[in-house]
């Protein structure tokens, strides 16, 4: 079954612009994890964030974790045309294993 | 350090027919986790290995199996293949598993006709 629950399931804007997507899930977890795959192809990680860090950056991403909530964020500033794909986020449900459960994604479209 | 990297990247067979298909994990990793995509079902966990051992499995069929060797590397396995298998097949490897960052391969397609 999914874990994560991205939203919007599309979103489409102008270069320059930013995009935000988040992200809700149903269990208690040690970290997320962002991914972009673009069409038909493998997972580029982008962010690991831990359940007891509230705000992580890395160049032009910034990744929210509100635990309370259940809820994460991902936004993409001054995104580019290159930023089109889709984008995962995924969590361990608290276990120590490898599993990862997924959202549907979102398909992130970023016009020139 | 280099990437994982999955063969083949693209396969086709036809029902019935069985397949393999191979993970080489980043160096030091020691954990691998299959994951199969489709549009339908989205990211879905097959099985997950440690030094040699399955440690976690998913909800698909008997026909799906895999192993992993001694220096980490992993195989999976699908036997008589259906129509419905056709799906890019992801490997995935962290340090040891789920408080790591997992990093995933470039898949492989495999369309089943």
């Known amino acids: 079954s999914q874990q994560g629950e991205e939203d919007p399931q599309a979103l489409s804007i102008q270069e320059g612009e930013n995009a935000t997507m988040n992200c809700s899930y149903k269990t208690s977890i040690n970290n997320l994890q962002w991914y972009r795959q673009n069409s038909g192809r493998g997972l580029v990680h982008l962010i690991l964030?831990?359940?007891?860090?509230r705000e992580k950056h890395s160049g032009r991403l910034r990744v929210t974790l509100d635990t309370s909530k259940k809820s994460s964020s991902l936004l993409i500033t001054a995104s580019r045309a290159a930023d089109t794909a889709s984008y995962f986020c995924a969590t361990d449900r608290g276990s120590t294993l490898g599993r990862l459960y997924f959202g549907r994604g979102t398909q992130l479209t970023v016009w020139p | 350090k280099a990437g994982v990297t999955q063969t083949p990247r693209y396969l086709i067979k036809t029902r019935g027919q069985q397949v393999t298909l191979s993970c080489s994990p980043i160096?030091?990793?020691?954990?691998v986790s299959w994951y199969q995509q489709t549009p339908g079902q989205g990211l879905q966990f097959l099985f997950e290995?440690?030094?040699?051992?399955?440690?976690n499995k998913g909800n698909f069929p008997g026909r799906f199996s895999g192993r992993q060797f001694s220096n980490s590397r992993s195989e999976m396995n699908v036997s008589t293949l259906e129509l419905g298998d056709s799906a890019l097949y992801l490997c995935?490897?962290?340090?040891?598993?789920?408080?790591?960052?997992?990093?995933f391969g470039p898949g492989t397609r495999l369309t089943v006709l």
């Open positions: 290995y440690f030094s040699e051992t399955q440690r």
């Open positions: 160096s030091g990793h020691r954990s």
């Open positions: 964030i831990r359940s007891n860090e």
């Open positions: 995935a490897s962290s340090l040891e598993g789920g408080k790591d960052t997992q990093y």
